[in-house]
């Protein structure tokens, strides 16, 4: 027995996705049974209902580099003293840089990610370590609003376009947008270090630790709709009342993201407010 093509189709419709732009964070394992044509298939059902998909497709093992000492502002959810002692700005240093269509993407992201760049039709975004790309009618829309200073302008425009954050078998520790929802509440974004096509070293931002994320459940849960496809739960939320309703809970109490690791730097860090200094970006 295999899940097959109509099944997520109608899932896609139960959950009233058609035509939205929908960001994407899926596991196959979650199913009790194997899904006919993978990864592939659930891109294909979401885009044969005119879904925009927006996905993760990062690349921080590849393309991050060790900060020069100029560079390393303080509550920065890391470890200086960890790094190695080789500076991007040592000479000879690697200078691999991130470009959109490098092809490139870190295994991590999981097979639907993977999948959707592998295709000529996708679009990706300008981030060097922390890109979105997306397939579909408002493909170019969502990545375009993406930009080495910019890490989150894709999810600002779901919500802006009522799109949608679907949970397909995953909890909300994989929900990348709520990023945004920590800028919002206030907080800095930790920063990060990539090359610029120009070979220079700059500092991006990137998401902090999200395992912290599934305490936001009873504020969340209420906004999303559900459905189980041979064991798996798919949960969609939307997203512009989603990002608001993480907001609110984040300006109550920030510490209400803080994961259950007590030694966790990042999470420390990100909860009293995040970089200190003056952070100059891209
Ligand atoms: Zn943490």
């Not at 027995?1 to 035509?19: F, S």
């Not at 659930?42 to 996905?55: K, M, Q, Y």
């Not at 500092?203 to 999200?210: F, K």
């Not at 936001?216 to 989603?242: C, I, M, N, Q």
Request: aromatic fraction near 4%; hydrophobic fraction near 45%; charged fraction near 20%.
């Amino acid at each position: 027995m295999e899940i097959t093509a109509e099944q997520l189709a109608a899932a896609v419709d139960e959950l009233a996705l058609t035509q939205q732009p929908v960001m994407v964070h899926t596991s196959l394992r979650s199913f009790a049974m194997p899904v006919e044509g993978g990864a592939d298939a659930v891109l294909d059902a979401l885009l044969s209902r005119g879904c925009t998909v927006l996905v993760p497709t990062f690349t921080a093992p590849q393309f991050a580099v060790v900060p020069p000492t100029t560079m390393r502002p303080a509550r920065n959810g890391i470890d200086y003293a960890s790094l190695p002692d080789e500076s991007a700005d040592r000479p000879g240093a690697s200078a691999a840089h991130y470009t959109v269509d490098c092809g490139v993407i870190d295994a991590g992201m999981g097979a639907l990610p993977a999948r959707l760049l592998a295709r000529g039709e996708a679009r990706r975004g300008g981030h060097p370590l922390n890109s979105f790309a997306a397939l579909g009618p408002q493909a170019a829309e969502l990545v375009a609003a993406q930009t080495p200073t910019d890490v989150y302008g894709p999810v600002r425009t779901l919500a802006d376009e009522n799109g949608a954050i679907l949970l397909l078998g995953v909890e909300l520790n994989r929900m990348t947008a709520l990023h945004l929802a920590e800028q919002s509440s206030g907080r800095r974004l930790p920063v990060r270090w990539a090359r610029a096509a120009d070979n220079r070293v700059i500092m991006v931002e990137t998401g902090s630790c999200s395992e912290g994320f599934p305490r936001l459940e009873p504020w969340l849960r209420p906004l999303a709709r559900s459905v189980t496809v041979s064991g798996s739960r798919w949960s969609a939320y939307p997203a512009k009342e989603t990002l608001a309703a993480a907001v609110a809970a984040m300006t109550a109490d920030q510490s209400v993201t803080q994961c259950a690791d007590s030694d966790c730097l990042a999470c420390r860090d990100s909860v009293a407010g995040g970089p200190v200094g003056p952070v100059s970006l891209g």
